[in-house]
């Protein structure tokens, strides 16, 4: 297996998947990667524990209101 090179969905750089990595998404059944290692790392930042409460409380306000 050689390096593969992909483009970023998000950012447009080019980056290279490794033989290893490659390896790792045929083995868990998963999709090449489409992002870039650093666009990656910023969606993570994203999804913040802290978010994920808030938006559940918006939730159980909503259903609140429905009622
Ligand atoms: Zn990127």
Same mark, same amino acid.
């Given at each position: 297996? $050689?390096?593969?090179?992909?483009?970023?969905? %998000?950012?447009?750089? !080019?980056?290279?998947?490794? =033989?290893? *990595? %490659? &390896? +790792?998404?045929?083995? +868990?059944?998963?999709?090449? =990667?489409? +992002?870039?290692?650093?666009?990656? &790392?910023? $969606?993570?930042?994203?999804?913040? =524990? !802290? *978010?994920? /409460?808030? $938006? /559940? &409380?918006?939730?159980?306000? +909503?259903? *609140?209101?429905?009622?």
């Amino acid at each position: 297996m $050689k390096d593969k090179t992909i483009i970023c969905i %998000q950012c447009e750089n !080019e980056f290279v998947v490794t =033989p290893s *990595e %490659q &390896k +790792r998404c045929i083995y +868990r059944d998963f999709d090449m =990667p489409k +992002r870039c290692p650093e666009c990656r &790392k910023h $969606k993570a930042k994203i999804k913040q =524990p !802290e *978010e994920w /409460g808030k $938006k /559940g &409380k918006h939730r159980r306000v +909503r259903e *609140e209101q429905f009622d």
